[in-house]
Every structure is written in structure tokens, then in C-alpha cells.
């Protein structure tokens, strides 16, 4: 008799992997340069302060212990204290919860507030992470155009006036990924008032809201409503290895995670946690140090910027990149970037279709390019290689 192979549970059918995640490997090449990650540029990331933090949180053996599955308690502080001056109000320590990287945060917000068939409403093209989030609770999910001032809040109050009750509508506020836009202050204010109005939750990702070149980053969405809860990661401006991600919420939310993560992994670990703690609180070299990462990046996304367009001229169309680490390409003449990757490749440049980040279908023409772990120079290769697949 043959033995009875055991299921796997439901919510697995209909999920995929990450598109990026899985192109990652196939463009692993040392001779490709790999527009396609979302990295942070390790070579920028401050290994040797890192180093003295873990030595000095090594000298305290309660670094090696458990701590609090909301995080440890000096981490929430200074990150209470941060929020404070981002949102213009007090943050309590009790709407303050450390998690695993934001990702975290997000996964189990999506068991918190969601049930099966819940709706909730992305920006589409939308960030990848979040739709396989919603996916694996069995939400609805619908799909709000984005321009270039973010969020497309006039489809979004269309959408509710046909009767539609979002659970929870979701936005990468700044610098948005993979879109590359920054919600304008009007569209967040105007968010903020229709989820007081219907009751819904927003979710407000912003992990690269820091990483300003110009100006900085418009007063958060969470500003103006209590229905916000904001995310946000040190992934970006510290080092991802650190997982340190945090989420600012009402506290009824913050218990409703907690009870969660106490079944997935109790708590974070408490030695990232001290590392963390003493970067973000050495406020003036943290200054300097966020400055010079703006510099580099702010440097190589003009850079990227501007060889698309001159290379490629009217062909193309891509957003300006004031911030983060994206720009977003859409072809004027109907290049499908999907059937165009492996001459790409063959010519040694990677970028991710825009396909990948369809919340059904659509973006065929269009591309993500990541600028962040390249010098100027093999940016500007970088486009001439494209150019050359394009050719071809």
C-alpha cells in the first residue's frame, strides 16, 4: 500500500514566489550589472560602528537573553521619541513594537486586522511584499492607480462610493516602491480623512521615508489620523542584517501583534536590538552618516536618470527619483520588458519587468531599475547595455 502523502494548508494555492527574489538568481552573474535588487549598498553601511556597538552590547550578558516580544525596552525609547518629532505628538512607548524587519510587522498585521475575504486596497503597481502578505490571509485585494503625486485618492473615494469597505488600504507613502512616486501632502491628508469617514485601517509602509535627496519627505500619513499605523525599518539606513523594523499603532493593535509574534518567535533578538539602540541614538553621527548615504544615492540616481534619458531619449519615461532607491521606466513604444530581460541579460544588465509588481495584469511595457549599489559610471554602462538589447 502506497503511504498517504499529508496536505499542505489552502491559504498556499494561488501563491508565488517573489519575482525579484527568483530573478535575483538567475542574474547572480559577476559580469551582469544588477538593476534588479532592492539592496541597500553594503560598501555604505557602517560595519566598523556596528562593530563597536555589538562589542559594547556584548559586555552585558542580558544581551544574550530573551527580552520582551515588543522589543527591548531601550530600542522602543528612541524609537518612541524619533516617531514623537516625525508625527508632531507624543508617542507612548505603548504604541511603539519592535519586529523582525517591517515585513514582519506587516505579516502579522495582516492576521491582526484581516479575515478571509476581507478587502483591502494596494497601489498597484504594487510592492510585492505587501501583496504576498495579503494573499496568505485570503484578503480581497484591489488595485489603485498610482501618478505622480502617489495614490490615486479620487479612484480610492470612486471606489468607496460604489460601496466598497476596505479593511485596510495600504501605501508606500514615500518614494514609493516600485513606483518611485511620494504622496503628495494634499492625497495624505485626503487618506487620512476618508478612513475616519468609512473606518478602515491604512498602513502606512515607509521604510525609505529618510532617504530624501532634495527636501524631505512630506509630514507622514499618521499625521493627520489615528486610523494609520506606520512602519518603518533602520534596513535602509543602518544595515538590513540588523532586522530591526518597528511599527507605531493604536495599543489595542500593538497587543493584537503581540499575542501573534509570541506564537512565531516570542521576540527579537535582544543583541540587534542594543545595536540598533546605540546608532540611532548617537544622533549626531547618525546625521552624518544619513547625509552621506542621501549624498551617494542622490548622486547615482541622477545619474541613472539621466543616461535613460539621454540614451533613449522619447522612447522612455521614468520617474525623477527624489529619494529612495528606485526609478520606475515605462517604454513610449510598447517594448514588452519581460521579452526583452534575456537579451538584457545576454548583454549583461538586469532590471525586474514591471509585470512582477501587477496587482492582476498590466505594466508590460514598463521596468524597475534599483540604483542604489552602483557608481555612476556602471549606471551610465548600465543603460548602455540596455540599449544594446533594445537594439537588437
Given at each position: 500500500m502506497s503511504p498517504i502523502t499529508p496536505p499542505l494548508a489552502h491559504r498556499l494555492d494561488g501563491l508565488r514566489s517573489s519575482?525579484?527574489?527568483?530573478?535575483?538568481?538567475?542574474?547572480?552573474?559577476?559580469?551582469?550589472?544588477?538593476?534588479?535588487?532592492?539592496?541597500?549598498?553594503?560598501?555604505?553601511?557602517?560595519?566598523?560602528r556596528i562593530a563597536l556597538a555589538a562589542e559594547s552590547a556584548l559586555a552585558d550578558r542580558a544581551r544574550l537573553q530573551y527580552t520582551e516580544s515588543a522589543g527591548w525596552g531601550p530600542l522602543r525609547e528612541v524609537l518612541a521619541a524619533r516617531e514623537s518629532a516625525r508625527l508632531g505628538r507624543p508617542v507612548p512607548m505603548a504604541e511603539v513594537f519592535v519586529t523582525h524587519g517591517s515585513?514582519?510587522?506587516?505579516?502579522?498585521?495582516?492576521?491582526?486586522?484581516?479575515?478571509?475575504?476581507?478587502?483591502?486596497?494596494?497601489?498597484?503597481?504594487?510592492?510585492?511584499g505587501a501583496l504576498q502578505v495579503f494573499r496568505?490571509?485570503?484578503?480581497?485585494?484591489?488595485?489603485?492607480?498610482?501618478?505622480?503625486?502617489?495614490?490615486?485618492?479620487?479612484?480610492?473615494?470612486?471606489?468607496?462610493?460604489?460601496?466598497?469597505?476596505?479593511?485596510?488600504?495600504?501605501?508606500?507613502?514615500?518614494?514609493?516602491?516600485?513606483?518611485?512616486?511620494?504622496?503628495?501632502?494634499?492625497?495624505?491628508?485626503?487618506?487620512a480623512g476618508l478612513a475616519e469617514r468609512y473606518g478602515f485601517w491604512v498602513i502606512e509602509d515607509d521604510p525609505y521615508g529618510e532617504l530624501w535627496f532634495d527636501e524631505p519627505s512630506p509630514e507622514p500619513v499618521a499625521f493627520y489620523s489615528p486610523n494609520v499605523i506606520r512602519l518603518s525599518s533602520a534596513s535602509k539606513i543602518l544595515a538590513p542584517t540588523l532586522r530591526a523594523g518597528w511599527m507605531v499603532a493604536p495599543d489595542a493593535v500593538c497587543r493584537g501583534v503581540e499575542l501573534l509574534k509570541?506564537?512565531?518567535?516570542?521576540?527579537?533578538?535582544?543583541?540587534?536590538?542594543?545595536?540598533?539602540?546605540?546608532?540611532?541614538?548617537?544622533?549626531?553621527?547618525?546625521?552624518?552618516?544619513?547625509?552621506?548615504?542621501?549624498?551617494?544615492?542622490?548622486?547615482?540616481?541622477?545619474?541613472?536618470?539621466?543616461?535613460?534619458?539621454?540614451?533613449?531619449?522619447?522612447r522612455i519615461v521614468s520617474t525623477d527619483a527624489t529619494?529612495?532607491?528606485?526609478?520606475?521606466?515605462?517604454?513610449?513604444?510598447?517594448?514588452?520588458?519581460?521579452?526583452?530581460?534575456?537579451?538584457?541579460?545576454?548583454?549583461?544588465?538586469a532590471y525586474v519587468p514591471g509585470s512582477a509588481f501587477a496587482v492582476t495584469s498590466g505594466y508590460r511595457s514598463s521596468m524597475?531599475?534599483?540604483?542604489?549599489?552602483?557608481?555612476?559610471?556602471?549606471?551610465?554602462?548600465?543603460?548602455?547595455?540596455?540599449?544594446?538589447?533594445i537594439a537588437e
Open positions: 519575482a525579484i527574489r527568483d530573478l535575483l538568481k538567475l542574474t547572480a552573474r559577476a559580469d551582469v550589472i544588477g538593476l534588479a535588487g532592492g539592496l541597500p549598498d553594503a560598501e555604505l553601511m557602517p560595519r566598523d515585513q514582519q510587522a506587516l505579516s502579522l498585521l495582516g492576521e491582526v486586522l484581516l479575515d478571509p475575504g476581507a478587502l483591502v486596497v494596494v497601489e498597484d503597481p504594487a510592492y510585492v496568505a490571509a485570503g484578503a480581497r485585494v484591489v488595485g489603485i492607480p498610482l501618478d505622480v503625486e502617489g495614490m490615486r485618492i479620487d479612484a480610492l473615494t470612486e471606489l468607496l462610493a460604489r460601496g466598497e469597505r476596505p479593511a485596510v488600504v495600504h501605501t508606500v507613502s514615500n518614494f514609493h516602491n516600485p513606483g518611485g512616486v511620494t504622496m503628495s501632502p494634499a492625497r495624505r491628508r485626503e487618506l509570541q506564537g512565531a518567535d516570542l521576540c527579537g533578538s535582544a543583541l540587534t536590538q542594543q545595536i540598533t539602540t546605540e546608532l540611532l541614538a548617537d544622533e549626531a553621527w547618525l546625521s552624518d552618516h544619513v547625509d552621506k548615504v542621501r549624498r551617494c544615492y542622490g548622486e547615482r540616481a541622477q545619474a541613472l536618470v539621466g543616461a535613460l534619458r539621454d540614451r533613449l531619449g522619447d529619494g529612495g532607491m528606485f526609478v520606475w521606466a515605462d517604454f513610449t513604444d510598447g517594448v514588452d520588458t519581460a521579452g526583452l530581460l534575456p537579451r538584457a541579460i545576454d548583454q549583461g544588465v524597475r531599475l534599483c540604483f542604489t549599489t552602483f557608481d555612476a559610471p556602471t549606471l551610465r554602462e548600465a543603460v548602455d547595455r540596455l540599449a544594446s538589447a
